[in-house]
């Protein structure tokens, strides 16, 4: 099986899986699946998987990836 190179949160990650979920990736990559979410840049698309965590994603190479916090965000008032 050959090699996947992909991006999350402009880290490199290798997998040899054609398909992968998006707690998977997050998972490869180190990140948190309990308080993140992943979304997918395509140029100028983004491909939200938000609530979507089990989706299958049929991996390429050069794909990119990043992680957004669903953790409670502060809101500075001034």
Known sequence: MQ?????????DV???EQTLTPIQIM???GID?????????EGQH?????GK???KIHMHPHMVFITVST?????SMG
């Open 14 to 16: 290798t997998t040899t």
């Open 3 to 11: 090699a996947i190179e992909f991006k999350v949160d402009s880290e």
């Open 46 to 50: 983004q491909e939200s998987y938000q």
């Open 33 to 41: 699946a309990g308080s993140h979410y992943l979304v997918q840049i």
């Open 71 to 75: 953790g409670p965000t502060t809101v």
């Open 53 to 55: 965590p089990e989706e």
């Open 27 to 29: 998972g490869l990559a």
